[in-house]
């Protein structure tokens, strides 16, 4: 582990001093979407025609967003656009089919395709057997475009389900980060590897998290890698301690991003409803609502579908009971729904 925290940490080194957010909220006067308006991981302004046109078999939709990330560099929106496409194709392929069959060489359906691969394998009993097939879609979607960070990212993903050695996910990150030294993508998979190769080595993951942080641009996701590294905490029944300071700390730099960030959008849902999740935990009840607010009529899978089938219900519930408990004062603070460390695991989670 050490020499994979060393290589990590030279590519985090730059701290900043940040203030804490005060979080926060008069429930008295907050309004909080209708139930009936609540979405569940609606894709922003620009996914959405994509898929429309995906579904009716069209692929040119596609085809023009995924080459205009790639001209204009726009990495996370890239990596975001081809995780949901790759997802989409796993049910309706018809229009990733069309596509490969009539530009096999293009970059970004190369990409979409070993995403796919990826999830199919990921699900399947024998996981690293298909992983292992599945690596030269991944080179070849690697080499297609010099610049581009996102192929590494799932080279990442990949090495930790196939079980790949220390030496080799070294290799991979540091491609990953000559690439883009600050992509989110990049990171979460490194924090995923991290914490699947060496269980409840949750310190470390921390370690890795704030420095990350620490050296990021202030509007970038990768400020919000310790709320990531306090979930895994929090969910995961195992390893020591981690000092309740420290795990503020993540939530309260997650605030200050969140706070940079539009309300009501698409984007930043899936940070806000990770950030509501984690202060709730935390027993930070009014700045979990604030997020709540905040995020609108956009719901995400994650982190809800960790503690029910029905994540959209789970949403609408905590949200309800959470106005109920701020409402009501701290005299209830038994009722706030709360889970326990270690609750399930979803399948799939890559």
Not at 270 to 282: H, Q, S
């Amino acid at each position: 582990m050490v020499d994979t925290m060393a290589l990590l940490h030279a590519f985090t080194r730059v701290s900043r001093v940040r203030e804490k957010p005060s979080g926060t909220v008069r429930p008295g006067v907050l309004v909080l979407s209708a139930d009936a308006e609540v979405l569940l991981d609606v894709p922003d302004e620009m996914l959405g025609p994509v898929l429309v046109g995906a579904a009716a078999g069209d692929p040119a939709p596609a085809v023009g967003l995924l080459a205009a990330t790639r001209h204009r560099g726009a990495w996370e929106h890239r990596d975001r656009y081809v995780r949901r496409l790759a997802v989409f194709a796993r049910s309706r392929p018809e229009w990733l089919d069309t596509w490969r069959a009539h530009d096999p060489h293009n970059p970004d359906g190369l990409l979409v395709d070993a995403q796919r691969a990826v999830h199919h394998a990921w699900d399947s009993p024998a996981r690293v057997e298909l992983l292992r097939e599945v690596s030269p879609l991944i080179t070849a979607a690697a080499w297609a475009d010099h610049r581009d960070p996102v192929p590494w990212r799932l080279a990442l993903d990949h090495a930790r389900g196939a079980r790949a050695g220390h030496r080799y996910f070294q290799e991979l990150w540091e491609a990953a980060v000559r690439r883009a030294p600050h992509h989110y993508g990049c990171h979460v998979a490194a924090l995923r590897y991290l914490s699947s190769s060496w269980h409840g080595a949750h310190l470390e993951c921390f370690d890795f998290a704030d420095q990350a942080a620490q050296d990021a641009p202030d509007d970038s996701f990768t400020q919000s890698l310790p709320l990531r590294a306090a979930f895994g905490y929090i969910t995961d029944g195992g390893g020591p301690e981690v000092p309740r300071e420290r795990l503020d700390a993540a939530a309260d730099r997650a605030l200050t991003l969140s706070a940079r960030l539009p309300a009501a959008h698409p984007r930043p849902a899936c940070l806000r409803n990770l950030l509501a999740y984690v202060l709730l935990r935390l027993e930070r009840r009014p700045e979990a609502l604030e997020q709540l607010r905040l995020t609108g009529p956009y719901a995400t899978s994650t982190p809800w579908d960790r503690e029910a089938e029905d994540p959209l219900g789970r949403f609408l519930e905590v949200r309800r009971s959470l106005y109920e408990a701020v409402s009501a004062g701290p005299a209830t603070g038994s009722r706030h729904p709360r889970s326990e460390r270690g609750r399930r695991a979803r399948s799939g989670d890559h």
